[in-house]
């Protein structure tokens, strides 16, 4: 099976509550983590593109994955 071009959509939620609040923002990240960005990512379907976005992409260091797109 060949590999198929997903498009992860993928914010940090610290760094978007922080903007969000008005705060400083205090993580290790950019201050652009607080939009959604678009990541491409290749993979054999949308749920191991999935899982390669939260491995790349950690929930325990305040990311979210908003959705997977084919591209």
Same mark, same amino acid.
């Given at each position: 099976?060949?590999? *198929?071009? %997903? &498009? !992860? /959509?993928?914010?940090?939620r $610290?760094v978007? @509550? @922080?903007m /969000?609040a008005?705060?400083a923002?205090?993580? #290790?990240? $950019?201050?652009?983590? @607080? &939009?959604? +960005?678009?990541?491409?990512? *290749?993979a054999?379907? !949308?749920? %191991? #593109?999935?899982?390669? #976005? &939260? /491995? +790349? ?12 797109? &084919? !591209?």
């Open positions: 099976m060949s590999l *198929k071009l %997903f &498009e !992860a /959509r993928i914010f940090n $610290d978007r @509550a @922080a /969000r008005g705060r923002n205090d993580t #290790a990240f $950019d201050d652009s983590w @607080a &939009e959604t +960005r678009f990541v491409e990512i *290749k054999m379907s !949308a749920d %191991f #593109a999935r899982q390669i #976005a &939260e /491995r +790349r992409y950690p929930k325990d260091q305040g990311f979210e994955v908003e959705g997977i797109d &084919e !591209a």
